[in-house]
């Protein structure tokens, strides 16, 4: 898988941190097709889910992995519960024999968001299954500042890889958490062949103050939607961009690309892009 043409454009979601959010639970097509939908829709508790991962057979076991992974992301799970339940999962991930509950799995871990969860990242990072690589690394992406890991060695090497969704994921992992060793890799990647990686790279250095950066992302504040067919990025895309970069600078409070923002206020099409460029010109100049 290369150039623009992957399957895992992550520009093509929506933002969150950096400029992916988590996308394991997007699946309810492929659940319906399974006709597993009526199970998705039963009420459950997140004990309930636990047991029935331990106890369901090969085929189902995925099933309430997901359901998990979603319950969590909506709910508040009790602190004091959140260590009885990763060390479920993770003795669910080593029992796995089915990579969708291994990727579930991660997902579910991922969204507790607690620093309980780095060990079974790790080896979700080493997995033979590259659906469940990858969602570990946009776990690692979405854990909270601050995380203690110790194999972000492994990360580092999937920059090199000819998978554009999994340089992305990598790339905006490392920077969320500011790994120092990512910098300079980082902005090696300002100048690949794939636009998508050129952005993520540099967007990714808002988050070190890397002035290497700044063309690049003066590149971005100036893009333009084109027409659907080509190989260029849509409206939706092109709006998610300039809004996470806005975002990203917002929060790391660099004034660096000031004026090009004050340029982006007045002009962008976008109404949302605008508001968002106002709002953080506002911050930085207070």
């Known amino acids: ?40 829709s039963t009420e459950r ?72 969860a780095a060990k079974l990242f790790s080896k979700g990072l080493k997995d033979q299954d590259d659906k469940v690589r990858f969602h570990s690394i946009i776990a690692l992406g979405n854990m909270p500042a601050g995380l203690e890991f110790n194999d972000w060695d492994t990360v580092l090497g999937f920059l090199e890889s000819d998978d554009v969704g999994l340089v992305q994921a ?8 500011r790994v120092a060793k990512a910098e300079p890799r980082l902005q090696s990647l300002l100048g690949h062949s794939n636009r998508v990686i050129r952005y993520t790279a540099a967007s990714g250095l808002v988050n070190y103050k890397n002035e290497k950066a700044i063309g690049i992302l003066k590149e971005i504040l100036t893009l333009e939607p084109k027409q659907e067919g080509n190989s ?13 970069l806005l975002s990203s600078l917002e929060r790391n409070k660099w004034p660096a690309l000031n004026e090009e923002l004050t340029l982006v206020a007045k002009r962008d099409k976008s109404l949302k892009v605008t508001a968002k460029a106002n709002e953080v010109l506002n911050l930085l100049k207070n």
């Open 1 to 40: 898988m290369s150039g623009e043409g992957s399957k895992k454009k992550l520009l093509e979601n929506p933002v969150a941190s950096g400029l992916v959010v988590p996308i394991a639970i997007v699946l309810i097509g492929a659940l319906v097709v399974f006709g597993v939908t009526r199970l998705l």
């Open 45 to 116: 508790s997140y004990k309930d889910l636990v047991r029935e991962m331990h106890t369901k057979t090969f085929g189902n076991r995925w099933v309430a992995a997901f359901e998990l992974s979603k319950l969590i992301s909506n709910s508040r799970i009790p602190k004091e519960e959140v260590p009885w339940l990763i060390e479920n999962l993770s003795e669910i991930y080593d029992e796995a024999q089915d990579p969708r509950t291994r990727q579930f799995t991660v997902v579910a871990a991922g969204a507790l968001g607690s620093q309980n």
């Open 170 to 177: 990598s790339a905006l992992a490392l920077a969320t958490h």
């Open 232 to 244: 260029s990025l849509g409206e939706q895309q092109v709006v998610a961009l300039k809004l996470s």
